[in-house]
């Protein structure tokens, strides 16, 4: 079955450093990958996606790139801000799904930026 | 964006007794609607998907009688915890999509932590 791996946390970092969460998939055909973030008290809100290889999704700085050779959807960003401070899921939707279809779900990252 | 509310945002109950989730999409009809539930430091897991005023769908290994859902109108669904037991404390997190907009995100509600003692 589908299945998505992300680097464990927590990851702690200063202010203006660069970040990457690592995220692997394991899937049959082409899925569509998100990067969802989840702020204290929140819900889970999308923060950026991809539908097909090579496609690079990008938001609020932060960027990942459908890599289908290396089956991977890192999520990067080159200067994090305290306000960045999150939890961070790695997601698929199966290619042979419905469109309103079931995600799956990495573990999640706790990121914490220090002032 | 659109927004999805769930409440309780936390409750205890006593074993045994029922326990009712509500999830609510505040400015959108939502045609599908999704329940997960989510272990301390654990990915969310997909126990059910909902249509409007059909019948849930449940994944493999959650039972259906335990876990009651309904989804009666386009802005709520409901999940029943019956015969709660302390395995059932969790959080348990909705999401809510609708095909009447033409995108297919999921909006996710805060979550619900169930704590049976």
């Known amino acids: 079955g589908d299945s998505v791996t992300q680097m464990e946390g927590p990851v702690t970092l200063s202010e203006e450093a660069c970040l990457t969460i690592n995220c692997t998939y394991t899937a049959t055909g082409y899925p569509s990958l998100f990067w969802y973030v989840q702020y204290p008290g929140e819900g889970l809100q999308l923060l950026l996606k991809?539908?097909?290889?090579?496609d690079k999704g990008s938001n609020k700085g932060f960027e990942a790139t459908y890599r289908k050779e290396t089956t991977s959807f890192h999520l990067e960003k080159g200067s994090v801000q305290v306000s960045d401070s999150a939890v961070y899921f790695c997601?698929?939707?199966?290619?042979?799904?419905?469109?309103?279809?079931?995600?799956?779900f990495g573990q999640g990252t706790i990121l914490t930026v220090h002032p | 964006g659109a927004v999805v509310s769930q409440h309780p945002s936390w409750v205890i109950c006593k074993s045994g007794t029922s326990v009712k989730i509500e999830c609510r999409s505040l400015d959108f009809q939502a045609t599908t609607m999704f329940w997960y539930r989510q272990f301390p430091k654990q990915s969310l897991m997909l126990m059910a998907t909902s249509n409007e005023g059909s019948k849930a769908t449940y994944e493999q290994g959650v039972e259906k009688d335990k876990f009651l859902i309904n989804h009666a109108s386009l802005t709520l669904s409901t999940l029943t915890v019956t015969s709660a037991h302390p395995e059932d404390s969790s959080f348990y997190i909705c999401?809510?999509?609708?095909?009447?907009?033409?995108?297919?995100?999921?909006?996710f509600g805060p979550g619900t932590r169930l704590t049976v003692t």
């Open positions: 991809a539908t097909k290889a090579d």
């Open positions: 999401s809510a999509s609708s095909a009447l907009t033409g995108s297919d995100e999921q909006y």
């Open positions: 997601a698929l939707r199966s290619a042979g799904g419905t469109s309103y279809g079931k995600l799956t």
